[in-house]
């Protein structure tokens, strides 16, 4: 035996219970690792127990010394630890039953509840284990290690052979004892009253697996403050329409037959029962049973005196039935089939004894099992799939907990819900944190946790310097892990370089990912996207960028079609697609909607949703005459580095938009819009310099209106004199260039500032273009006269320069 | 029917008392061959001639007896039903009609006496069990009453009583009546459960002085209660010790009502197997006979009883046989119950459904 990191001899002394005890309590106020330092120490169990590793051979040797099941079954026992274990397995069903496995180090957000969630242990748990086979033992300790719960295994007295080697290979995996100092492996008879009194006042949990008298002893007289989860006998059972029958081949009569073989009936997943539709003749049904029995890879173990006695008695009841008339029966070596005209559920003496039963209706077979509701666990469904509905939603009501198919009866997917309860769920007790989400903590609890702040460290929030892209660029992830928090989760990366050419990578963990795509489905909804609706998808996918990842993901959420084309989608594809599945939304960039728009008028499309450009003037025209858009709406202010920063509504004029103050944290310093993110902690944004100047329009509670006014860095800083790409822009607008370039140049020592445009302009134009600038742009104003502005200004026709790296036209490129 | 067998000592072994078992139980086999179709069913391909084919006789499932009622002669000739006193699930059922509830009192009376348990002399008794003018169906009450039909009787106590509703042990009345019997110038006879007596003795701190002639003959089952704790041998020690009966006054009874042959201990604490029936230690994998000394399932065969086809049945004890080298009969040896397997999973078996 094993107690909390030492080798453990327990001869149940009242003494040495107290020493558990004591030492249980020590445990559990013992640190425990972090949620993904746990899956990586049960990761490496399931590396040591595949197939033909050192353990496994040596544990199948010894478990068939014990011969308690066949070699073969014994094997297949064991090929299920390494998925027990395995890290990939165990995070799937974390994240199903508990959403974001996080909250059990901390408190985190979870889309269970619109806050942060904490998963806090019991504490110390005993479980009680079923003796059948060793497997459920060790399902019930790692559901109590991922819970982060001091363990406490009463170990069934039948299985002395596998506890030593389990352990042998777990203190391999978990060389420092993070895991093993919380477990403490018990064995004493079923019964000792004294033992299970004691025990029972002194633990918070007690998770029992088994029969009912053990339930009983252990509900009698339990404390009010210690929980019960009940695991009691089950009984499980298949279902075989004459449809089903009929097309039934000996393949699946193997199915069936194994999950009435399989373990030789000991687990509540097993099949003791088969309900067949009435017109089946049972005569046919036995012999294709018959045959699939002797198929049947394993042969089963040797039965005890008691079992024998049991059998004999099966085969006399069943004799005196066929007698009467009421029954029939079928022999084999290792098999006993039993047709009984009783139709009401009832369980058969297991080791492959298999009652058949007949059902005439739907209903009449909800009559035969609905009584055990308490009961029934499994059903094996054999029925076309036209019927499945009917029997999934009878059999649900009756009380069955998992319906399978044939042969799938005791493979649990990861995920599902054992015996119709979560029970990492039950494990764990939920504290949500109502508090107002102060971004500033959040903030400066990250920069404990961030290499590079923490090196800093900062007391106050307004102490924690401004970030910008460069030093994202300067510590980008797969360069450096500065910006990156060590105990980060599983997440994507993404490549944020922008237009500058400079690799730059960001990182997002899985449910951060979600959450963002949760919050921009949720301002979708908002505006008008409905389930309804049709959406493409026209983002450019791959190269690691995420606004197609990101919108496909928000998708999901709100509508019931989406056409994930991507931005290369050759025009005629385009026309097709659209007219087969009346395509009506498209999410694009602008510069590139317009460019498919004129290759395809025919198309009709009611909404576009733009990011990454701003939808100028010139684009929505020929989105409106070439698609007869009716309505433009922002898919997002966001920047790849933040995620999503505000959304519009129907209330949000031009370059209005509205915070999304769940995810982000708005500071605006010196005119620009400085970013902290109140969700990420994989890597997580803190003071960041958008680029972006921005002005408030409205603030209430939560809610915060701003406008977007243009670039920060669109500072044109030229004959030492300094304007905004904005005073252009608005005077370009005013006199109907929509689209254009400005392009600095330095030309034999002269910088030249060139306006590029798409449609070649009158030199009228140009002159009121080079007058209205000047007349707005004070600094110039003052500096030069209107001669050397002008002549250090050139007119260009030519096609606007794309960025190589993310198909967006800039506004602003400096060559100089 | 008046068995042959009973010509004869309890636990004769001679060439004719074997002779006249045989033949009574061909005489039984053939009366519910033809009386119950069933048994015509399960035994019409088997041959009963020699002494060596009593070991390949089939066998019914004693369990079929709680579910279904299979007596083979009308209801008009039915004496007494008994019931088992069913310690969990369904109940057996033994039905005697007047010749084989005689044959019953005959042999019992035959096998106590040979074992020196038989007197004209007077005794009180204190018995822990049912009233029989009450519970007159069950079949340890009928026991406690036969036993005390082997000698004079003074007072009859039952410690168990029924209240109008149930019956309840009276714990109080029967330390009382202990005491009184105590003093009393009849000696003593226990009679019924051990677990009751013990816990009495435990819990109470009884100290009597019963006197030499007492005796206690316990039966209903060794296991129960804290009785789990200790050996045979210990509570004979400590009835002894508290009670002041001989430890070879105190003898146990092993019998089950569908059987109706008593297995008593003889002075040796032994269950001695009387020529009223045969029991054949079966390998529990293959159902062959095995001999003296292995361990199997036990099969009981009497050949008294024409109105209830018990004559053959697999029982739900194992245990072995040890021959014997005295005029008693051989040596049963009770190994506990079988065929209620302890499961040890989480599937769920029969019993736990029709709870």
Redesign the interface.
Known sequence: MFLFGRDYIFNSSAKQLDEVIKASQVAKTDEWPSIYRILDILDELSRLWQPGTEYFEQALSDLDSAEQFSHEMNKLSLMQLSGLFSKTENLKRLKGELDNPLALDEFVRTKRFEGNLKYEPLGIVLHIT????FL?AIDSLISGLLTKNVSLIKL?Q?NTVFPKIFLDSFKVADKNNELLSKIGLLSWKGGESEIETFLKTKVDCILA????EMLKSYKHDLPGNVKLIE?G????FQVLTHKKFNQMKASGFNKLVSDICLWD????A?A?ALYIESSIEVNDLFLKLKAAFEQFEFSRR?????????K??A???S??RS?KGEGEYLRGNDFFLEFTSNSL??????NRHLLVKKFDSVAGLEISIKP?KK?LQTCGLGCIPSETKTFSNMLANAGVKRITDFGSMLKISSGAPHDGSYNLADLVQVCSQELEQSPQAFALKMCDEIPFYSKLKVLKFEDIPLANSELYQKYSPGKSSELLNPNRAAGIIFSSGGTSGKPKYCFYENTEFDLVADELAKSYENIGLVSSDKVANLFTAGNMWSSFSIIQKALERVVNEQFPMGATLPAEEFIELQERFNINVVFGLPSLLCDLAKLSPSVKIQKVFYAGEPMRKSYKEILEKQWGVKQFISAGYASVDVGPIGYQDETCEGSEHILLSSLVHLEIINGEAVVTSKVRRGMPVLRYQTGDRVKIIEKRDDFLKFELLGRADSLINIWSSRFYLSDITSVMERLGVDQFQIILESTNSEDILSFNTTTELSEVIQNKILLNIYASAKDISHTHPFEYFKKHCKFKCLDLKRSEKTGKISNLIDLR | MKPKVLKYKAFSKTPEAQQAFLKDLKTVLSLHRSGN??IE??FKKYELKKQSDILNLPF??V??FK??SLQSCPDKEVELRLTSSGTGGQKSQMLLDTDSLQNVKTMAYNVYDELGMVSDKKYNYLCFTYDPEVANDLGTAFTDELLTSFTGKNEVFYTFQFNGNEFVFEKEKTIQKLKEFAQSKYSLRILGFPAFLYDLIVQNDIQLDLGADSWLMTGGGWKGRSLDEISKVEFKELVNKRLGIPKENVRDLFGMVEHGIPYVECARGKFRIPNYSRVIVRD??T?EPLGYGKV??LQFICAYNSSNPTFSY?G?D?GMIIESSDELGDELVLLGR?????????????L??M?
């Not at chain 1, 079923?130 to 086979?133: D, E, P, Q, S």
């Not at chain 1, 006998?233 to 499980?236: A, G, L, Q, W």
């Not at chain 1, 559920?345 to 297991?350: E, N, R």
């Open positions: 079923a003796g059948n086979i459920g069934s039948s697996w088994g029969g009912d695991h006998p089950k009984v499980s009936q000991s687990a509540c097993n003791q040797e039965l005890s005196l008691d079992e024998n006695l049991e004999y008695e085969f006399e009841l004799e005196f007698f559920l009832s369980s058969s003496t297991l055990f009961f | 179709e069933y069913y399960r019914i499932h369990n079929l579910f279904h529990h994998k159902l199997g399932l697999l739900t194992k079988a065929g209620v397997s302890k499961h040890k999973g989480c599937a769920l078996k029969a736990e459904l709870k």
